[in-house]
Each structure stands twice: as structure tokens, then as C-alpha cells.
């Protein structure tokens, strides 16, 4: 995940304003078979730089970020840009409709997952979640003195642990704090007073 997010930063750092980026998915590797599994997404941005010189920003910062020399840019389709004539075709997609995410749901779309090792993966923390393999279940801890489901039970620091502390010997995988009231007419808090 920090690849991923360290391409998404030099992105930017290059002149490319990243709009919006797809779920992302893990794959199987591709040629050199003895390596981690594949993260990919698809990535909407807007940039001043025509075909030619986005391949080369895009080819400089695969190398900054240890990509081989040898190894092939591979573009959505699975083929290897040998020219620019694919990139230019990409691009220009970004003029359309829909851009690549129409072109992502024209190859099939949703419908890949489960196949041809496709898995959309969620990252939690450090980790890469495969919601294909395993169902996880969430625990919630309302902090809200006004919770229809708990009433306020845990507005102390160690309700709030002894609660946690139960649902995780519960078997619960992830815990959803709620600290923010969703009542109607509620007052909205800061970020920074939810996160208190």
C-alpha cells in the first residue's frame, strides 16, 4: 500500500492532479511469477502533458520506484506498450465519458473478480483485506451520550476499553467507533473533538 501511495505522491509531484483512483485489486504476478502479488488500480488525473511526455513521467517514476529497466510497461489491456500509440489511446479516453472506469466495465468490469486470481482488496492500516476469503465482522462503540443502541453505556475511557476488550474476545475483526452523533438536530463536532 505505501507504493502505492508513494506513486500517487510523485504523481503529483509530476504535474499529474489525481481526480479520482478506482477500488483496488491484487493479481497474480505477470512474467517474473516469483514475486508478491500485483496492486493495481486504475487512476483518473488531470495533467498538461501530452502522450509522449506523460509515458516518460510515468516510465521515470516507475524507476524511482525500483522498477527494472527490463520490464514491461503493461497497460490495462495486458499488453506491453512497445510504442506510444497505446498511451495516446489511453489519454485520449480522458476526453470521453467514462474515460478508462467506462473502458474497466466494457473488459468486464465487477464481473473479473474471482477470476484470473482478481481480488479487490480494502486497505486497513498496513494491511491489504481480501473480503473474498473470510466474512469480518464489525464491532460498533457508540460514545455518544445519546445512542439509541447503548444509551451513552461507555463515555468513560475505561468502559470504553473493558467494551472493546469484550467484543474483541467476542471474535469481532474490526471495531467502528462511533463518536459523532447522527440524531437529528444534533451539533456537528471537529474532526479533532471526534478523534479526542
Known amino acids: 500500500m505505501n507504493k502505492f501511495k508513494e506513486a500517487i505522491r510523485l504523481m503529483k509531484s509530476y504535474g499529474i492532479r489525481v481526480t479520482r483512483h478506482s477500488c483496488l485489486y491484487e493479481t497474480e504476478p505477470v512474467h517474473v511469477t516469483d514475486q508478491p502479488k500485483f496492486l493495481k488500480a486504475a487512476v483518473r488525473g488531470v495533467t498538461k502533458h501530452g502522450p509522449r511526455e506523460l509515458l516518460a513521467v510515468l516510465k521515470k517514476i516507475e524507476k524511482e520506484m525500483g522498477r527494472q529497466e527490463n520490464a514491461p510497461l503493461v ?28 473502458a474497466w466495465e466494457k473488459l468486464g468490469g465487477e464481473s473479473l473478480l474471482g477470476r484470473h486470481g482478481i481480488q479487490r482488496v480494502l486497505p486497513i492500516g498496513d494491511q491489504l483485506w481480501d473480503f473474498s ?22 463515555q468513560s475511557i475505561d468502559s470504553a476499553v473493558s467494551r472493546v476488550r469484550s467484543m474483541i474476545s467476542e471474535g469481532v475483526d474490526i471495531i467502528d467507533i462511533g463518536a459523532q452523533s447522527t440524531r437529528p438536530m444534533a451539533s456537528r463536532i471537529s474532526c479533532q473533538e471526534e478523534i479526542d
Open 133 to 154: 476469503k473470510k466474512t469480518y465482522v464489525m464491532g460498533i462503540l457508540n460514545l455518544t451520550p445519546d445512542s439509541f443502541s447503548d444509551g451513552g453505556k461507555f
Open 75 to 102: 497497460d490495462l489491456l495486458g499488453s506491453d506498450v512497445l510504442d506510444v500509440h497505446i498511451v495516446s489511446y489511453w489519454h485520449s479516453l480522458a476526453m470521453h465519458q467514462g474515460g478508462i472506469f467506462q
